[in-house]
């Protein structure tokens, strides 16, 4: 199956959390797989390099231009033991008030290889076609559709920054835009009531499972998206939880945020791309810690949709 076609099922996939059972979305793979290539052409979204103010400026205006009400949150962050100066983007559609869903994706990338297997390359900067590109590809497509057909529920798509700055082996020093976008989201009355994320959704060979934090503390989102892939026909995804990870989820699920995501199999940072350019590496293998006990409370949305009538 070609990328772009990968990408199109991952999309219509998506499509049950705003309604896709009112009508398959038209989604377009090539014009996302045009837009992750676009990103890595940019060059590596470091914080304070070329690259990264680009890409915000392309993400923010690709938004505007799709008709958004497009929010920045910029902000400081010393977590590292130096400023960086980091930048969320949120992209609104639908009512301005009530009830609102969100879809996140980081936008940022990985200054080092540092697993890369092939030790020369460990200092390389990661290109981060799939862990960053993707997410953003999959999001700026959603956006196309809410300007083609605007919402009956707010929805926000959230750029995040600052996801992959950190050391393998300190869990803190990640997830850095998320922690900022939860502590400001924390007090909205607002806020969403149910939180997406994807995060290296564009693998070659994608196999996508649901996370375990995710499954205990969001139990019925993870439900919803399993029922949206098997109504809508798409490929890849599995039913039984396997990983525990920290992702830009805990710092949401950690402010009271119902959120879920499912997360891709999980490999070595290399910065090896491609002949498609598809994948610029495989996912990088975090320090995994087990999934801390939660007591279920109240969840914000109803039983999982089920399969969508034949056309």
Not at 75 to 90: A, E, K, S, W, Y
Not at 181 to 190: E, I, L, Q
Not at 287 to 294: D, F, K, N, V
Request: glycine share 10%.
């Amino acid at each position: 199956m070609s990328a772009r076609a990968r990408l199109a099922r991952l999309l219509l996939g998506l499509g049950l959390a705003v309604g896709a059972c009112a009508g398959r979305p038209d989604v377009d793979g090539e014009r996302a797989l045009a837009r992750v290539r676009h990103q890595v052409e940019d060059g590596p979204r470091i914080p304070g390099s070329p690259g990264h103010a680009a890409t915000l400026e392309w993400i923010a205006s690709e938004c505007t231009r799709l008709g958004a009400r497009v929010e920045r949150q910029a902000f400081q962050d010393t977590t590292l033991g130096r400023p960086l100066d980091l930048c969320n983007v949120i992209a609104r559609y639908g009512p301005e008030h009530g009830r609102r869903i969100a879809l996140l994706a980081h936008w940022d990338t990985r200054p080092f290889a540092d697993q890369d297997p092939d030790v020369t390359h460990r200092s390389d900067p990661v290109p981060g076609a799939n862990d960053g590109a993707s997410g953003v590809a999959v999001l700026l497509e959603v956006a196309e559709r809410l300007h083609a057909q605007p919402p009956r529920v707010g929805v926000d798509l959230v750029f995040l920054d600052g996801e992959d700055q950190g050391r393998a082996s300190e869990a803190r020093e990640f997830c850095l835009g998320a922690m900022h976008y939860a502590s400001v989201m924390h007090a909205d009355p607002d806020r969403p009531s149910a939180s997406f994320l994807f995060d290296m959704v564009g693998d070659k060979d994608l196999g996508i499972w649901p996370e375990v934090q995710s499954s205990q503390r969001a139990a019925n989102l993870v439900g919803v998206v399993l029922a949206a892939a098997h109504a809508t026909g798409a490929r890849g995804f599995h039913d039984t939880p396997r990983y525990a990870l920290t992702d830009d989820h805990v710092p949401l699920l950690d402010a009271g945020m119902h959120t879920a995501t499912r997360e891709p199999r999980r490999g070595l940072a290399r910065r090896g791309v491609d002949r498609d350019g598809e994948r610029a590496r495989a996912p990088l293998s975090r320090g995994r810690r087990p999934a801390a006990p939660h007591r279920a409370g109240p969840q914000p949305l109803g039983s999982p949709p089920t399969r969508c009538p034949a056309r």
